[in-house]
């Protein structure tokens, strides 16, 4: 991906970070409404969770909804799959308009190069999850390849759980051997105090699903995320 399509996708020239409200803590019947009230107050990306009930023990949502929010919303779609065999799904996901696709490579086992390749062919951008107890070692030769790690500070399946430190210390990890142009998103119960934590060891994206969603001033939450 070139620079410029890069800095699009990442609204990067006026502010500090990127702000993914998780749909997970939305109101499905309103999603579309729900969006843009994110969009509102500079939230630029939607992360949108999909879950098999293979990898997780929970399923939310998949292709369909993907395909539904295209164009109908001016947040660029963060699809963070969190399904086993990724490889065999992210055509479908790319097809349907996800801007970024990220996948665990906890499910991707020896196929993961071959994901990433399939999403930077369709010029989009590629990311690799990493859960609370995979080491940064197990994502290092591909760090290089990809535009972002996501580093998730819960275990995946649900959203409003309880922040994980330890979790987030690998941030730095990640930060210390990636070049400059590397996101470093976070997810898993990231409020304005997690956050800064978080930015403070290297991130720059920033998943929040209650915190966003449920907060009565969404307008003040999402403003502390892109200032972390
Ligand atoms: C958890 C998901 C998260 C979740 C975050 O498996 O990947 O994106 O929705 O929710 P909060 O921010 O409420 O922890
Ligand atoms: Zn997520």
Same mark, same amino acid.
């Given at each position: 991906?070139?620079?410029?399509?890069?800095?699009?996708?990442?609204?990067?020239?006026?502010?500090? !970070?990127?702000?993914?409200?998780?749909?997970?803590?939305?109101?499905?019947?309103?999603?579309?409404?729900?969006?843009?009230?994110?969009?509102?107050?500079?939230?630029?990306?939607?992360?949108?969770?999909?879950?098999?009930?293979?990898?997780?023990?929970?399923?939310?949502?998949?292709?369909?909804?993907?395909?539904?929010?295209? !164009?109908?919303?001016?947040?660029?779609?963060?699809?963070?799959?969190?399904?086993? !065999?990724?490889?065999?799904?992210?055509?479908?996901?790319?097809?349907?308009?996800?801007?970024?696709?990220?996948?665990?490579?906890?499910?991707?086992?020896?196929?993961?190069?071959?994901?990433?390749?399939?999403?930077?062919?369709?010029?989009?951008?590629?990311?690799?999850?990493?859960?609370? &107890?995979?080491?940064?070692?197990?994502?290092? &030769?591909?760090?290089?390849?990809?535009?972002?790690?996501?580093?998730?500070?819960?275990?995946?399946?649900?959203?409003?759980?309880?922040?994980?430190?330890?979790?987030?210390?690998?941030?730095?990890?990640?930060?210390?051997?990636?070049?400059?142009?590397?996101?470093?998103?976070?997810?898993?119960?990231?409020?304005?105090?997690?956050?800064?934590?978080?930015?403070?060891?290297?991130?720059?994206?920033?998943?929040?699903?209650?915190?966003?969603?449920?907060?009565?001033?969404?307008?003040?939450?999402?403003?502390?995320?892109?200032?972390?």
């Amino acid at each position: 991906m070139d620079d410029s399509l890069k800095n699009v996708l990442l609204n990067n020239t006026r502010c500090k !970070n990127i702000v993914s409200p998780s749909i997970l803590s939305a109101d499905f019947a309103n999603l579309q409404s729900e969006i843009k009230k994110t969009e509102i107050f500079g939230a630029s990306w939607c992360h949108i969770d999909v879950m098999d009930g293979h990898f997780v023990p929970n399923i939310t949502i998949g292709v369909p909804v993907v395909k539904s929010l295209n !164009n109908k919303v001016k947040s660029k779609l963060d699809v963070h799959l969190m399904i086993e !065999n990724p490889d065999k799904y992210i055509p479908d996901f790319i097809s349907a308009g996800a801007d970024i696709i990220t996948f665990h490579i906890e499910a991707a086992d020896d196929k993961a190069k071959q994901c990433i390749e399939i999403i930077k062919e369709a010029n989009i951008l590629a990311g690799i999850a990493i859960k609370p &107890k995979t080491p940064v070692s197990a994502v290092e &030769k591909y760090i290089n390849l990809v535009d972002m790690i996501l580093v998730m500070t819960v275990e995946p399946g649900f959203s409003g759980q309880k922040f994980m430190p330890d979790a987030a210390e690998k941030i730095k990890e990640v930060r210390a051997i990636a070049s400059g142009n590397l996101i470093i998103q976070v997810d898993g119960g990231i409020n304005n105090e997690t956050a800064k934590i978080c930015a403070d060891y290297g991130a720059n994206c920033f998943v929040a699903g209650n915190y966003v969603y449920k907060n009565p001033d969404m307008k003040s939450a999402i403003e502390s995320l892109l200032s972390a």
